[in-house]
């Protein structure tokens, strides 16, 4: 049997998932395959399993990014109300036209036509180079979002570790040793501390990180700014695994203090570009002919 496109696994997907228990990834994939007729035993790279199985992870993908499946741990999913809400609806299909109702599903697709990943403007055709740039970006921007995720799920020591971790590889000073003392104390899903801007310590940057759902006010960057005023110091990063709010944003740009808001996208991105929490999975370089090589003098 023809393999299906991701856009119609996601009703199936879905109506799996309907019964409310928590599912692995082995069996969704299990159950699907013998809905469809796909043959499992063939692993080959190049085998209908395997494009099947990359299938159902992309329409696992935009469900959870649309509310309606969520991880309850590492490798298991289930429904959510919101999911169940869609079932009840005895919807014919869903797909990306449907899920833009949902303002999840928009964000991580914010840019983006919502037929489908690599899609731009329909009639416009584009060339392998912007397919390939488009859809590197889209598994990216994934990537980020699954981070979010693998953050929101670990304890709070383990932020603090990722924090640390993470500034180091930006190129903030000190060892980790120092920076661990430094940035030690986790609080409200949060953590305060401070951390060297280079490895001479001739300025210090002071942090508060918040593991949080909910948008970051005003009011919590005020309260930052504040005590960065108590300790003397004019820098400081806040960074949330949220967002911040509009008026949270034009109160930085109005304030002499030099402080750097960092959302969760943001965060998840510069993990990528840092290379932490993520390892290279595969690798490709692009050439093209070097005209000087054939230039005959």
């Given amino acids: 049997m023809e393999v299906p496109d991701y856009q119609s696994l996601m009703l199936p997907l879905l109506e799996l998932l309907g019964d409310e228990k928590e599912h692995t990834v082995r069996d969704v994939r299990e159950k699907l395959a013998a809905h469809y007729g796909i043959d499992q035993e063939d692993r080959s790279p190049r085998s209908a399993a395997v494009l099947f199985y990359k299938?159902?992870?992309?329409?696992?993908?935009s469900l959870k990014n649309a509310g309606l499946l969520e991880k309850s741990s590492m490798g298991i999913t289930r429904i959510t109300s919101k999911g169940l809400e869609v079932l009840n609806r005895r919807p014919n299909r869903i797909d990306n036209d449907y899920l833009a109702q949902f303002p999840g599903f928009m964000i991580f697709n914010k840019g983006r036509d919502s037929s489908g990943p690599g899609r731009e403007e329909p009639g416009i055709e584009l060339t392998p180079f912007e397919l390939l740039e488009n859809n590197y970006q889209i598994l990216k921007d994934q990537l980020a979002h699954d981070l979010l995720e693998q953050v929101y799920a670990g304890s709070p020591a383990f932020f603090e570790k990722m924090v640390v971790d993470l500034l180091l590889a930006m190129g903030y000073g000190g060892s980790l040793k120092d920076a661990g003392?430094?940035?030690g104390q986790s609080n409200d899903e949060g953590i305060d501390g401070y951390i060297k801007e280079d490895r001479l310590g001739l300025?210090?940057?002071y942090i508060q990180a918040k593991r949080w759902r909910n948008q970051v006010g005003r009011r919590e960057i005020q309260g930052f700014v504040g005590s960065l005023a108590g300790k003397r110091a004019r820098k400081g990063i806040f960074i949330t695994t949220s967002h911040f709010t509009k008026t949270a944003t034009e109160y930085v740009r109005s304030i002499e203090n030099r402080v750097i808001l960092i959302d969760g996208l943001q965060l998840a991105q510069h993990m990528i570009d840092c290379g932490v929490g993520v390892t290279e999975l595969s690798?490709?370089?692009?050439k093209r002919i070097d005209s000087d090589y054939f230039t005959e003098d």
Avoid: F, H, K
């Fill in 55 to 61: 299938r159902i992870s992309w329409a696992t993908t």
């Fill in 181 to 183: 003392e430094a940035i």
């Fill in 203 to 205: 300025d210090v940057i």
């Fill in 283 to 286: 690798n490709y370089s692009i």
